[in-house]
């Protein structure tokens, strides 16, 4: 079973970019998608992007535009380039793979496995 470990949060300033790093070894194709995600102190998981089992890819409406999900196959590695960032309450982002969006569902679960333990996200003003 696949246990992610993201690094490359960090403190940064509003309209600076992050690039997140989420390592996946021993991921297999099982069919389902994987995903990133962000769960600030006392609030629901949020979730920020996904790739499917069909390859394509979405993402939360307020970060369009700005993050970039893309996975190397041959690394094992989930990446989210995060740029212009805003001012959010700080959060726990984490990756998970073999996931699934449930119809009208707001973030994707794990079919199996977990999300990972995350790394820190904090964008001051």
């Known amino acids: 079973q696949v246990q992610p470990v993201e690094f490359g949060g960090g403190s940064v300033q509003t309209g600076d970019s992050l690039r997140l790093s989420c390592v996946i070894l021993g991921h297999i194709d099982s069919g389902y998608g994987v995903a990133w995600s962000r769960q600030a102190p006392g609030k629901e998981r949020e979730g920020v992007a996904l790739?499917?089992?069909?390859?394509?890819?979405t993402y939360a409406e307020s970060v369009t535009g700005r993050f970039t999900l893309s996975k190397d196959d041959a690394k094992d590695i989930l990446y989210l380039p995060m740029n212009s960032l805003t001012p959010v309450a700080p959060a726990l982002y984490s990756c998970?793979?073999?996931?699934?969006?449930?119809?009208?569902?707001?973030?994707?679960?794990?079919?199996?496995?977990?999300w990972g333990p995350g790394t820190q996200v904090t964008v001051s003003p």
């Open positions: 998970a793979t073999d996931v699934f969006l449930a119809p009208g569902g707001r973030c994707a679960r794990p079919a199996f496995g977990a």
């Open positions: 790739i499917d089992s069909d390859g394509t890819t």
